[in-house]
């Protein structure tokens, strides 16, 4: 079981607004039209229990392509088969079978609690009473929603809405799991809660999780596996890690020296910083041991820190390359 | 289906009662306007003000009891997004669309029969002597009256997959109702063009049609061509929004939400 | 008051520009406006049909009155419609934090921030209709005529912004918005034909409790020559004291809000 995309393409026709009062009466009767690529030649597979992120700048085609997955959107050309539907045909057995949320889009019913909006998902998705039981009582755990059940959606903050709207999402026990910038606007705390309970979801119940996010965290914390795009086309599908050391062959050391040392620091690496007794220094992978001895050896160190370089870093330059094999 | 049904009408149940003032303001507002005309009705010919207060009265009634709004709520979903989440449930829209309508319908009944019987009380012009047989007609009547109104509602709706300003043409749809479904004149008293084309239109049929059989005014011919006319729109109207729907899922498939 | 003045002008800017970068979305609205007028005169045309006078008025004079609506409805939507939504929407993020801390007067600011320009279309239509009106009646109003409908029209106006700003202010204590508004326009639409043609204790009760007599019977009398004198004077009473009413339960309002706000 599993997903397969082939080929994917989808191009818009969009309506260009003009200036001035006689384009603006000659676009009431013809207007004109300009072809947007949102995604092109995308194809890449994911297995079953994978969690897999979806990176890109806005307008990149990650929500396109979820859309697409999702099929609420034609592809314009190519092949998606997810655990052998195809997305687009609508099938009740396929919607069953999936979920979708979308951040800061509710499917929560406004003005009553969110039980009111999981029985009726109970009785749509056609839940036995003892499993739907069942699934309640355990995403309620999970996610600690027993004092949200009877509020009024429209009365609970945005996090705990979040929860109940992955809660409501996951009712139905779907295999595969569409997440569209779903800690968009939340706390970091309840980002934090969130990741968890997906990770832990995910560890347990072997969902297959798709998520896009332009939060370095949600990346970091969820996914082995990322799917780079950029203005429609697929850039980098890979491990993470593996990303992150190709892209970025060097780490940050953090060095805290006691107050008034001083030395020739760009004889170690780049200075990425120096003040306050914090030295911020760019060293190349492999010689990340040499030099860390050496500073140890020759001066007074309060603390040294290998760090990875910010996420942040390694998908901006990631955004910038063309297609690379890697 | 029925358990589907059951939830979605319990849960559009339990949202009405947070919207309790909201729904009563809309109620009572939307009665403006024909106790108005009624008045000015009246004003015009003093002499058959009983009948005219039947009229104004039955109509607020019957256009409570076929109102529809789902134009509205589509429109803004769409704008908003989350019509997505619709398409995404393995359960047609219509029904939501429906459950709604049955269940605020069903306030409207219950609160507006009983206020009609106590008001009969002391206006006895609206005390109703129907035979069974005409309340059986009545209730036909205004089954298709409230189905093809809906249609149109929930037919606008789709139509916003293609425009954005579908509020707006439904409410130049709904102001021609005005003329030509007996909301500013009964029918007897429009001029003879307007009563020639309103036969071909559906108007008639969503209000002014049961309207004259609870009013008694019609006679056999009328509940013919009535009866006709409502059914070939309402066929008409489920045939368009069938194949309305599909396209309109084409067309937000390949352009998006 | 100069003050106030520039400022409306400063909103009356920033809109105009807002709004005209829309240009498509204009030639719609006229359509709109005009589709709008053309469907209240058939409506009196049904009834003239069938007489040739309503609560002793004539054809043209109602058509009169009809313009004078159209105008006043027009400037409700311009300046007034607007800033509902916008307001509720300010309590609901608490952003009306930002408006009370401006030097200028919150319920100016609230009530006038944001303006539609297109609605302009329906008070230019209105004009159209009254000055058409006063043709079909081979009628040319006399200097006093005007005098008193300028006042009375003063006086409208300012009932009317006063009833509004009521209502809009009671949306510190209700949630939803939508009702406020159509509350206003079911209330408004009982000014659409001549008071006169109400009876008993309908036509009492719309021009001493709710006074929608003064807004459109009023000025209207006064443009077609019957102004009366009692009359003018006490619209303009009846307005001064709903503009107090109105400045007075905002100022309630917000200091029960400022007080109370999280």
Request: aromatic share 14%; with cysteine.
């Amino acid at each position: 079981m599993s997903i397969q995309v082939q080929d994917l393409n989808k191009s818009f026709r969009v309506h260009i607004r003009q200036e001035g009062w006689t384009e603006a009466l000659r676009s009431l009767f013809k207007r004109e039209y300009q072809t947007v690529h949102a995604v092109k030649d995308v194809s890449f597979s994911i297995n079953t229990g994978e969690i897999v992120g979806f990176l890109g700048p806005n307008g990149a085609g990650k929500t396109t392509t979820i859309k697409m997955l999702a099929g609420l959107l034609h592809p314009t050309s190519g092949r998606i088969e997810v655990n052998g539907f195809k997305p687009q045909e609508q099938k009740n057995e396929y919607k069953k079978m999936m979920s979708l949320v979308m951040g800061q889009k509710s499917q929560l019913i406004w003005d009553i609690p969110p039980m009111e909006t999981f029985l009726v998902n109970k009785s749509v998705y056609e839940i036995d009473e003892k499993v739907f039981r069942q699934t309640l009582d355990e995403l309620v755990e999970l996610l600690e929603l027993s004092p949200l059940l009877g509020k009024p959606v429209r009365n609970l903050s945005l996090g705990q809405r979040m929860k109940c709207e992955l809660a409501a999402s996951l009712l139905h026990r779907p295999s595969i799991l569409f997440l569209d910038e779903p800690t968009i606007g939340l706390d970091v705390d309840t980002q934090e809660k969130v990741r968890q309970f997906i990770a832990k979801y995910n560890r347990e119940h072997k969902t297959t999780i798709l998520l896009t996010s332009h939060y370095m965290g949600d990346v970091t914390a969820l996914c082995e596996r990322v799917l780079i795009i950029n203005h429609g086309k697929l850039l980098y599908d890979g491990e993470l890690q593996v990303l992150t050391e190709r892209l970025t062959p060097y780490k940050l050391l953090e060095v805290r020296l006691p107050s008034g040392s001083h030395g020739r620091w760009e004889s170690f690496g780049d200075v990425v910083s120096f003040e306050d007794g914090k030295l911020t220094l760019r060293v190349a992978r492999d010689r990340v041991p040499t030099i860390s001895s050496e500073l140890l050896a020759n001066f007074e160190i309060n603390d040294l820190n290998i760090q990875d370089p910010p996420m942040e870093e390694v998908i901006t330059l990631a955004f910038q390359e063309e297609s690379h094999d890697y | 289906m029925i358990t589907k049904y059951r939830a979605i009408l319990r849960m559009k149940y339990v949202e009405m009662f947070s919207y309790q003032l909201s729904t009563m303001v809309w109620m009572f507002g939307t009665m403006i306007q024909p106790l108005i005309t009624m008045m000015v009705w009246m004003n015009i010919y003093p002499d058959q003000g009983d009948s005219f207060i039947l009229y104004f009265i039955s109509l607020i009634m019957v256009e409570r009891l076929t109102s529809a709004w789902d134009v509205w709520e589509m429109d803004r979903q769409i704008r908003e997004g989350t019509f997505s989440y619709q398409i995404v449930r393995p359960f047609h829209p219509i029904h939501w669309a429906i459950a709604e309508n049955i269940v605020y319908k069903g306030l409207f009944l219950v609160i507006l029969v009983p206020s009609w019987i106590i008001l009969s009380i002391f206006i006895p012009s609206l005390q109703l002597h129907l035979s069974f047989s005409q309340w059986g007609l009545f209730i036909a009547a205004l089954l298709l009256g409230a189905i093809i109104r809906f249609a149109f509602s929930f037919m606008f709706g789709i139509l916003g997959f293609w425009m954005t300003k579908v509020t707006a043409v439904y409410a130049t749809f709904e102001t021609v109702s005005l003329f030509i479904s007996g909301r500013i004149a009964p029918f007897s008293l429009l001029p003879p063009l307007v009563k020639k084309i309103s036969t071909f239109l559906p108007y008639r049929y969503m209000i002014g049609f049961p309207l004259e059989i609870l009013t008694e005014t019609a006679d056999r011919q009328t509940l013919l061509v009535g009866f006709i006319g409502s059914s070939i729109w309402t066929v008409l109207l489920i045939v368009a929004i069938v194949w309305l729907w599909k396209a309109g899922l084409k067309k937000n498939q390949a352009v998006g939400g | 008051m100069r003050r106030y003045w520039r400022i409306f002008k400063e909103f009356f800017r920033t809109c105009l520009v807002e709004e005209l970068e829309y240009r498509s979305e204009f030639i719609g609205n006229l359509f709109s406006s005009l589709f709008g007028i053309i469907v209240s005169i058939l409506m009196v045309q049904i009834f003239f049909y069938q007489t040739d006078q309503l609560g002793g008025w004539a054809f043209p004079d109602v058509l009169i009155l009809l313009g004078i609506f159209n105008t006043l409805q027009g400037l409700v939507d311009f300046a007034l419609r607007p800033n509902m939504p916008r307001l509720l929407l300010h309590i609901r993020m608490g952003t009306l934090d930002y408006v009370l801390t401006k030097p200028v007067d919150s319920m100016f600011f609230v009530s006038l921030r944001h303006l539609v320009f297109w609605r302009l279309i329906d008070v230019l239509l209105g004009i159209g209709l009254i000055i058409y009106g006063l043709v079909q009646k081979h009628f040319i109003p006399s200097l006093l005529d005007v005098g008193f409908f300028l006042i009375s029209i003063i006086a409208a106006l300012l009932i009317i912004y006063s009833l509004w700003m009521l209502l809009m202010t009671t949306a510190f204590w209700v949630i939803r918005m939508d009702d406020l508004s159509f509350l206003f326009s079911s209330f408004f639409e009982t000014t659409r034909f001549p008071i006169t043609m109400y009876k008993g204790w309908l036509r009492l009760a719309l021009t001493y409790v709710l006074p929608a007599a003064f807004l459109t019977f009023t000025p209207a009398s006064s443009l077609i020559g019957k102004w009366n004198g009692g009359t003018t004077v006490a619209s303009l009473v009846v307005a001064v004291v709903f503009f107090w009413l109105a400045r007075r339960f905002w100022k309630f309002a917000l200091a029960n809000y400022t007080s109370a706000s999280s």
